[in-house]
């Protein structure tokens, strides 16, 4: 059983530039969290997505945004990207229904914004 | 929302027992008490999870308190391949917004 595949694995941007990060989760999987980790902050919830809806979403500026495909794939947006965007950017999938449900973690994408 | 508290690192001997601890004072409930590792280089995963009852499984231990203020993941015999770092996050049911903390990076000396 394949697991989360995350692309780009590495990407550099610039300041001010958009970037577009991609998540296919476990097959079967309906439900996609996204995470921003850095060293300072640690792990921090983005958002998460469910049958194509947003369900929740974390304390983040609106430049980062997401959305869902009918496949359950997932992609994040952040535009006008600054320097404190430099994080690992985890995507981790669910596939049972209620809490019992583990999220499987990808590796990440790791953006450096110079 | 209800926050985690757990050692900043630990350190173990390989073949020992390990027991990393977490103070969640503040747990309500609804929250369920869940533990994941993130060794170097690789997203997290999942270890282990529990109410109240103290749970088993082929990886770890999970040992609550009674009054649920505390919880500890045992790991029976570390080995080297345990070193991670370890989150204990408390999670409502049903929402993937869990808050991870800074969690305890555990060291195993062969």
């Known amino acids: 059983k394949a697991g989360v595949t995350q692309t780009p694995r590495y990407l550099i941007k610039t300041r001010g530039q958009q970037v577009t990060l991609s998540c296919s989760p476990i097959s079967g999987h309906r439900s996609v969290s996204w995470y921003q980790q850095t060293p300072g902050q640690g792990l921090q919830f983005l958002f998460e997505y469910f049958s194509e809806t947003q369900r929740n979403k974390g304390n983040f500026p609106g430049r980062f945004s997401g959305r869902q495909f009918s496949n359950s794939r997932s992609e994040m947006n952040v535009s006008t990207l600054e320097l404190g965007d430099s994080a690992l950017y985890l995507c981790a999938s669910k596939g049972l229904a209620g809490v019992s449900g583990e999220l499987f973690f990808g590796e990440g994408s790791r953006l450096t914004v110079l | ?110």
């Not at chain 2, 080995?79 to 800074?102: E, K, P, Q, S």
């Open chain 2, 1 to 110: 929302d209800a926050k985690t508290t757990q050692p900043n690192s630990m350190e173990s001997n390989e073949e020992e027992p390990v027991h990393l601890p977490c103070n969640h004072s503040t747990i309500s409930g609804t929250d369920y008490i869940h533990w994941y590792r993130q060794l170097p280089s690789q997203g997290p995963e999942y270890v282990i999870h529990g109410l109240t009852s103290n749970v088993n499984n082929r990886m770890a231990s999970l040992a609550i308190a009674e009054d649920r203020k505390s919880s500890t993941l045992i790991l029976h015999r570390a080995t080297l391949r345990d070193a991670a770092v370890y989150y204990c996050i408390l999670r409502r049911y049903n929402n993937n917004d869990m808050r991870f903390g800074a969690g305890t990076r555990l060291t195993v000396k062969p």
